[in-house]
């Protein structure tokens, strides 16, 4: 899929999100901890310019986060039983069973229910978030960016340090300045068999406040990575 | 999220005696890999797709992995000894997994901890041995009833007549001997001390030359460059191994032998799943290899020492560079190892096609199975000692911001009658493919200082997940 931005220049959507420190492993995450490390990069597709680049240490894996790992690390909900109440990204109390999916958060273009999401809020990160404060839709329209589909970076590891890496594009085709200020990672809860179709709970599991913001001109795109590491 | 870990050592009516809490430094890369299969849903479920490759199980076999039914990264496993149903859904395929394979382990090992690691550097089994003092031998299949003939056999004539026919049994084969021939021959039948052959004998077997018959192998099988030869055994306690003694001759100039212990899948039906990754090896010189079918003999090589876990299926796999070593075998009737002195394997089993003999052309990439034949072997080792494993205790969870947390823990009984030394604690999760579930390295720390738990006490092991925003 491409979309054609105004003024001719083309974005690419799909495929082309690119881990930004392919074959080193860079953390800040202290020895005995497991978390993910944030990484973001803004560039003009057409010139190949980087406007903006930072790597930092995600803060904030919140509750819905530790209540999935519960959920596979004791089998609870496997076949009987389960964990209630875990809240989606609507808010809404859902029952948690341990599934071949949990955690899933592979999203194609366009879908900000799964995958790397990024928002305008600025409310301090909290627990209990369930998902961002305030979701930049997808789309060319004011106040949109294009989602590409998520992508993925095998596991690799160095003598300390084992990670993986899960990418997003996000191409501001807008007319106009966006600045993200928090980033999430929704992924899927259940899927759940209603009838003759299936039904996805998603919840977030991440939600990092950026203060100042990631600002993405109009033309240029954000890449975000989360790589979720874990260092001896 | 950091892990505590906390580890407390009460006496038998449950007092604390000492506690030991530290940060649990390390999370591996399998823990990485199986969060890599959730979030970028790779393979699987069950019966579709790809699964990813080159994961090894805590027996180092080579087991591809995928999303299972929701098991993966599941610690939550029954006490010591239980058998644990891999697939959690009701399913009839087992993987088999001891109880005590699955959630926290302890070892008494102090190799520092790599990212790449797959298992503890020496783990404690389940039950109350204490440790060993010496090797001793833990599993054999060498059936050997031996009498000496009391009159001359002749060619041309089936039977042979033995001083004692009580340890021979009707359809297995027999070696019969002398100081000049010999040849092996199935038994048709007994009456009284007379063993009557399947076919005529072509040789001349004189009482002053020390005629002989016993049965037990009756067959061989060649290794060489490509050819290589496998034994699959099941332990019934997890130990150290230390030696193998297998039956073997050789013709011509072989070269050197080479002795490997390699992990397997334990389902039994898929053989081609072997591991092609040795967990030790050793070599046997050709010089030590005597020469000829009437010479063939058990020889001892040893290992360099390495832990097989209770209930886990390993092979012994043998190769040489030339041609050719013969590996003698029994083809007929060939009860699996215990089950010829009547005692089960850990499961209880007297008879399995998990440890037949196997072959491959390729030089052990992949294996076929033989039927039911058996390689002649024995396998010693050392028992570091046991723990009675409880099964995995869950705590709920814990929310209050900034903080969300939860505990997994188990209980650890020392009744082996001597002190054990923990000093690194692991943790395995569940991993595995559609065919498969097999135990796999999370988590693995070494402890400072170590605890040493003495006889009759218990150890308490949590862990503790904890984020915090």
Known sequence: ?232 | MKTILTLERMDKYGKRLEKQTQSSRSFLKNFIDELYLLHANIGGPIGSGTAYPNGFNVDLAHTDRMRLDGENLSVAAPGGGIGFNGRLGGQSWRSEIPGELIGIVLGSGSIAVTPLDKRLNQIYGNGTRAPDVAPSIIDSYNPQYTSLLTLNANAGQPNVVVANASGFTAGEGVHISDSLHDEWHNILYISGNILVLDVNLSQNYLVANVAQVYNGDNDGSSANGNNWLGQGFVPSTTHRITSVSIKIYRNGTPGDLTVRIRGSDPYPSYPSRNSINDLTSGTIPQASIPVGASNAAYVSCSLPPVDLYAGRKYFIVINCTGSEVIWRRKTNSPLYMKAFTGEPDYWGRRSTWDCVSHSSSDAGVSWNYSGVQIFMFTESGQSLGEFRIGGMEVAPLVVANPNASFSVRRLFANNCGSSLIVSEVGLHTIDGTDVIRNPHLASRDVLSPVITVNDSELLAVTFTPQITV
């Not at chain 1, 980087?50 to 995600?58: I, L, W």
């Not at chain 1, 179709?197 to 975000?224: C, E, H, K, N, W």
Request: aromatic share 8%; with cysteine; glycine share 12%.
């Open chain 1, 1 to 232: 899929m491409e979309a054609v931005l105004k003024g001719g220049a083309r974005v690419e959507l799909t495929g082309d999100a690119r881990i930004i420190t392919p074959g080193e492993i860079k953390t800040l995450l202290e020895p005995g901890e497991f978390g993910c490390m944030l990484d973001w990069e803004v560039k003009d597709p057409k010139t190949n310019l980087v406007t903006a680049k930072n790597s930092k240490k995600s803060e904030s894996f919140v509750r819905q986060f530790i209540e999935m790992l519960y959920l596979l690390m004791t089998q609870r909900g496997t076949n009987y039983g389960y964990l209630a109440g875990i809240r989606d990204i609507y808010g809404r109390p859902r029952i948690g069973l341990a599934m071949s999916r949990t955690f899933e958060c592979v999203a194609a273009a366009g879908d900000i229910t799964k995958g790397i999401v990024i928002g305008t809020g600025t409310d301090v990160a909290s627990i209990n978030d369930y998902r961002l404060q305030t979701i930049v839709p997808s789309g060319t329209g004011s106040g949109q960016v294009q989602y590409s589909a998520v992508i993925f970076g095998s596991p690799a590891y160095d003598s300390t340090t084992s990670q993986f890496t899960i990418t997003r594009n996000f191409a501001n085709a807008s007319g106009g300045l966006i600045i993200a200020t928090e980033i999430g990672l929704y992924t899927l809860l259940l899927r759940t068999d209603h009838g003759n179709s299936d039904i996805d709970y998603l919840a977030m599991t991440i939600r990092d406040v950026i203060p100042g913001g990631i600002s993405i001109p109009d033309g240029q795109t954000l890449t975000v990575n989360y790589r979720p590491q874990a260092v001896i």
